[in-house]
């Protein structure tokens, strides 16, 4: 029977001929439920993870992106649930706990980018209040030159043209991939003196590329003048330790040599890299010159003027109050993957690896940086590093942990990264003119 003309007819979605419910009727109440339910898992796992293995691992992939992103996760779901509440079919008590949790894990998301934008403050304060005095840029202008909103928008640091990237350079000279780094210097006003960074990619010493971490750090510097090198160095399991940080040497020996070849200045060359990344940046910068890890150039300055160590495992051997309390994963993967042999046989070795059991009153100015929820490398870790560096070092030790914040958050250029990097340009251009300042008084 064909509809009367002028009857309306009430609803978007298709229902049978005697009224009853269809199919897509009854489910789009339980996806909107689903939808909305999950992301208020999401934003719970954001502020109180889950720290026990295997949950710590699960936790950091569930949430890495939604917990750094959150105002475009809010308003995601905000989206999400003005689109369910507007459906016909309303006001059952489905439709009510769509709105109502949808409401409240959107203010919650919300919040979380309260919390990030608040960051500032606490790189301010902790620079501020760093052993040794504050660490203080005059003259800088530390506005952001690359972290601009509209690139926090986009949250992926896509490729910028204006930052040249001189990739695969071979700093060995073997022809291995590992064995390879870019440049990257902006593109117009190039520098012919500039500061030098030098990054180390994470990945648990197993995989991980120097084209992937630390993009947005490094674009704001480069277009501040510095020139900034990623790094790639051989993996395990197919590198047994310490080809990781011998590479890394090899690097930075390489970086000495020739930097000045692409405008960077190898009389102030930092370090910095994240994770896995922060402990061979650490470890690299607390053992300059070390024979025993530069087989074929000991004569070679590997030193470094600043070091800069995003969530890094800076204790490898297992003990309760530091690396121990990663669960028993890390020392596991080590001794079989990296390390290939255990603490019992060997603890020296694992010692020797650790960049808290390697510090000196000669270790350079640090900016050490950490995540309260990372649940892969727990903030316990750096807080006792910290706490090292500064009975032992002479030099600025600066400590940030970040509330609310996972492992591997300065992948995205999120409102914290943004925070972050303006903070390690404070920190370094600090510890540069300290430098300046000391070289002249010398003269």
Known sequence: MMPHPGRRIHGTAPSCRHGHPTVFDVGVPWVSLAFVLVFALLAVITVVPARR???SALCFVAVFIVGELPVHTAVVVLAGTASFAS?????????????????ATTVAFAGLGVVASRSGRLVTASLDEATGGPVVAQGIDLRPSWLSWWRLALAVPFRFRGIRRIRNIDYVGDGLHRHKLDVLVRRDDPPTAGPVLVYIHGGAWI????????????????????VCVAVNYRLSPRATWPDHVVDCKRALAWVRAHVAEYGG????LAISGGSAGGHLSALVALTPNEPEWQPGFEDHDTSVDACVPFYGVHDVTGDPESSGLHGPGLVDLLQRRVMK??????????????PDRRITESAPPMFVVQGSNDTLVPPQVARRFVERLRAASREPVAYLELPCTQHAFDIL??????????????FLEGIRERRLLTASDDT
Do not use: C
């Open 207 to 226: 995989i991980g590329d120097k084209r992937e971490q630390g993009i947005p750090m490094m674009h704001e510097l480069a277009e501040r003048g510095w």
């Open 413 to 426: 250029a999120s409102i914290r990264t943004r925070h972050t990097s303006l903070g390690v340009v404070r």
């Open 341 to 354: 042999l255990t603490v019992i046989d060997d603890l020296a070795a694992f010692e020797q690896a650790s």
């Open 87 to 103: 459906a016909e079919h309303r006001h059952g008590w489905a439709w009510w706990a769509v709105l109502v949790i949808g409401v």
């Open 53 to 55: 293995e295997p949950l």
């Open 265 to 268: 200045d190898p009389s102030f």
